[in-house]
């Protein structure tokens, strides 16, 4: 295993459509626990979306209603909170994790009652993220999950989980495609090593300006303070509603 980490901004210029990603880690200063989550789209329904907040949570919307023709796999809270944790996911299993830790359950047995996306061929796995925020820094530790389709034909489930302890200036990367295609290749191997910045303000930028241009719809970005628990979100949308 190496223990480089790699750039972000490299990663995701050289690749015009990785889908949907989640990066979680530690700044570089070691303060704050970060997370990043962006969708990107090839189809005009799923371009026609933004991310907004409501309470906590932040929620993807249609830009322009009239325009909406399946919202079963794009409308969904991909950023929820119970308690200590942040949920970070790519659809409706943040709903199924959330009830499932109310129900002082965890995060893996919630998507162990879950698989990848029903839109054969492509299968999209599900990607999802949970961040511990104890009431000391040192308990911040995350976990991240990706559950894929175990063939061509979506005839079986392989459910991957990852477990981490924080180190400043380190985070995890996992998306749902190796690149673009028809079929869309699904991610593979564990969540990728990259290098965080000190400030949430420094990875939206990064993030956002290396996304591409045609593909990229919507990020969210937030730290939390892992001492005083401020918190600080940026939210970036390509249309405006």
């Not at 749902?176 to 079929?183: A, H, L, N, R, V």
């Given at each position: 295993m190496s223990y480089a980490k790699k750039s972000i901004s490299r990663l995701l210029a050289s690749n015009a459509y990785p889908g949907r990603g989640i990066i979680v880690g530690k700044s570089s200063d070691g303060k704050k626990a970060l997370f990043a989550y962006f969708?990107?789209?090839?189809?005009?329904?799923s371009r026609n979306r933004v991310f907004v907040k409501k309470g906590d949570a932040v929620y993807t919307e249609p830009y322009d209603e009239s325009k909406v023709k399946d919202p079963s796999l794009i409308i969904y809270a991909p950023v929820k909170s119970v308690g200590k944790d942040v949920i970070v996911t790519n659809g409706d299993q943040t709903d199924t994790i959330e009830a499932s830790l109310k129900e002082g359950k965890c995060f893996r047995h919630a998507l162990m009652t879950r698989e990848f996306e029903p839109d054969a061929p492509n299968f999209t796995p599900r990607i999802s993220a949970i961040l511990h925020l104890g009431k000391k820094r040192r308990d911040y530790t995350y976990e991240m999950s990706i559950l894929k389709s175990a063939d061509s034909k979506g005839r079986a489930c392989n459910r991957y989980f990852y477990s981490y302890e924080p180190l400043s200036g380190?985070?995890?990367f996992i998306h749902?495609?190796?690149?673009?295609?028809?079929?869309?290749?699904t991610f593979e191997g564990e969540p990728e090593r990259v290098k965080l910045p000190a400030t949430v303000q420094e990875l939206a930028r990064e993030v956002w300006e290396s996304l591409n241009e045609d593909n990229k719809i919507s990020l969210v970005c937030r730290s939390y303070d892992l001492l005083s628990g401020e918190e600080e979100e940026i939210i970036l949308n390509k249309y405006q509603k």
């Open positions: 969708i990107m789209g090839r189809s005009d329904n380190l985070g995890h749902t495609y190796k690149k673009d295609g028809d079929p869309l290749p």
